[in-house]
């Protein structure tokens, strides 16, 4: 068997394997050392490929497929720092825990550290942000061979997705030729197949764990349950039966999946950040125990908050091993399916004394904040509060709004409130970097769901090549861009107070006219003026196909006032309640 014929059965036993395991998307970054990888995911009929140029927006679109589909997606590229380019997904799907598959094509090799070309150090490159590296064997066509690929292929997607989920690496040395043989009859290389099923149950409390949880509940009276970013549509259900049975409010994060659906959410509170904003509400508001679900929450005042309260008993309910603690308060952590805990613990409490007052206090602060969060003056300029408040109402049923970080997704904590609609909030919030927002987004659109992508001009800007995908793959988003002309958030940081440098190292204005260079990806580029051309502008994206950007300018010197004036209110309304309950 020569080289070529050996290549590609190996390369196509693996290949099959992936998809035999339940791979259907791969994303593939052109070049020549990775030839047998890519040509072979193109030629199988049960695979769909994405081609895209720019590694770094490659890594990011692969990481919003699996975002979307939680399920893993296979990502290819050639030697040498193709690869390095995928690091900052890769380290996005470490920390927000998603599945993916890289596979780096390399030199063989007698041909590393000899100074060859295109050639460097890629064993184990992404260090302790993959669960599992590989160095793959040289192909060899023998049947014990064609067995070895395809347990490999099996091994990485089970590793991707069990557990917290999270990206392997296997590292392919391939030596020219390497153009394969697709006349070769059988050329998927064995009938040896792995089956796909994966047995794996979930986590469930002892009834001795579950009983002495109960116990410490029952001698409370006040408590909260929080739920951070997480992607469970049904803890929805199971987190309000457990909040009716402690009567409990829910403190819902935006990217929590609570503020959205068909759900009872007379105890989700979703102003919890601008509540907590208050001195007077951090002081008086004590609970005696705080139940969390999902990743510790955006909100910096919750944060604050969690750190004052001392006395609380802190749970935090995980379905697999691991700590998203960052408040270094003492906590219990339970490892368990977070909705049959819920279901569980709420049938074990029934009989639990209610303390109504507790509950029905948040709720009456969570309606005085929103009333004044989303109060604006008809002759009020159009800005950041105002359109993440209108897309709430806007935004299609069974769609994606897809948040940047930095000031959008606080935007979003703040203004997005409840809504029956069935709409998924995403987010890149494991190491909540600015890069790769646009191409992350256009990978959750891969599912069909119309996605709207909020978003500030620094962060398109860090990823415009992503508008090519969309091109090339005649993929629809919307996108509403906020442009303050710079770096919003440090507005609210104390560099704001040293202006002989903050507008240079922090303020960071682009100066650019967005206008042309999206119009040169191919996208359609409206400007909303007004209020009523930016409600216009968002129906009417949702009417046509391809990329539609919306852009709002706002200042960025009115933005902290504008925030500042509503949480004073905020606060006057909240003492008020206070007062009145004590």
Not at 158 to 181: I, M
Not at 393 to 417: A, K, T, W, Y
Not at 539 to 544: L, V
């Amino acid at each position: 068997m020569d080289h070529t014929e050996s290549m590609t059965r190996y390369v196509g036993a693996f290949v099959d394997q992936l998809y035999q395991s339940g791979v259907t998307d791969v994303v593939i970054s052109p070049g020549s050392r990775s030839t047998p990888l890519a040509m072979t995911c193109a030629e199988h009929s049960g695979l769909k490929e994405w081609v895209i140029l720019d590694e770094r927006s490659a890594g990011f679109f692969a990481l919003g497929i699996a975002k979307e589909q939680r399920a893993p997606v296979v990502l290819i590229c050639t030697s040498g720092t193709a690869a390095a380019n995928y690091y900052p997904a890769i380290v996005e799907a470490a920390y927000s825990r998603h599945p993916l598959i890289v596979l780096t094509a390399d030199r063989p090799h007698e041909l590393r550290d000899v100074g060859a070309p295109q050639a460097i150090e890629q064993i184990d490159m992404y260090h302790s942000f993959t669960k599992w590296f590989h160095e793959m064997a040289l192909p060899e066509g023998t049947e014990r061979m064609l067995h070895y690929a395809k347990n490999i292929a099996a091994r990485a997607v089970r590793t991707s997705a069990s557990g917290n989920a999270g990206p392997v690496q296997l590292n392919f040395p391939f030596r020219e030729p390497l153009v394969p043989d697709f006349s070769l009859p059988d050329w998927q290389g064995s009938t040896y197949t792995i089956p796909p099923v994966q047995m794996t149950g979930k986590r469930q409390l002892v009834e001795e764990h579950l009983g002495q949880i109960k116990n410490r509940l029952l001698q409370a009276e006040r408590g909260v349950i929080v739920c951070g970013p997480q992607m469970d549509v049904a803890l929805r259900e199971a987190v309000i039966q457990l909040s009716d049975a402690l009567g409990v409010p829910v403190l819902a994060d935006p990217l929590s999946q609570l503020r959205t659906g068909s759900h009872d959410k007379e105890n989700v509170i979703d102003q919890y950040d601008a509540i907590l904003k208050s001195s007077h509400a951090k002081q008086q508001l004590s609970p005696e125990f705080i139940i969390r679900f999902g990743a510790m929450p955006v909100s910096k005042s919750y944060l604050q908050w969690l750190e004052l309260i001392e006395e609380a008993e802190h749970f935090v309910v995980e379905p697999e091993e691991g700590v998203r603690e960052p408040a270094g308060v003492p906590t219990q952590f339970i490892y368990a399916d977070p909705v049959r805990f819920c279901y569980e613990l709420a049938n074990s409490v029934q009989r639990r004394t209610i303390d109504s007052d507790w509950l029905n206090l948040w709720q009456e602060m969570n309606l005085a904040a929103k009333e004044c969060m989303l109060r604006h003056p008809e002759d009020e300029a159009l800005n950041e509060a105002q359109a993440v408040a209108d897309l709430s109402e806007l935004l299609p049923d069974q769609s994606i709004l897809f948040v940047g970080n930095s000031m959008p997704i606080r935007e979003v904590d703040s203004f997005f409130v409840t809504t029956p609609k069935d709409i998924e909030l995403l987010a890149n919030r494991g190491g909540n970097g600015i890069d790769g927002v646009v191409s992350t987004a256009l990978g959750a659109s891969v599912s069909g769901k119309h996605v709207t992508l909020l978003i500030g001009d620094v962060s398109l800007f860090h990823d415009l090549n992503g508008l090519l995908t969309a091109k090339h793959e005649y993929l629809s988003l919307t996108v509403v861009l906020i442009n303050n002309d710079g770096g919003g958030i440090f507005s609210y940081l104390p560099q704001a107070r040293h202006p002989d440098h903050y507008e240079k190292l922090f303020g960071t204005p682009l100066g650019l006219d967005f206008k042309p260079i999206i119009e040169g990806y191919g996208a359609s580029y409206r400007w909303a003026r007004t209020k009523d051309q930016y409600t216009e502008y968002l129906r009417n994206s949702y009417q046509n196909k391809g990329v539609n950007v919306i852009e709002i300018r706002t200042q960025r010197d009115e933005h902290v006032p504008h925030h500042k004036a509503k949480w004073e209110d905020v606060k006057h309304a909240i003492s008020e309640l206070l007062e009145r309950d004590v």
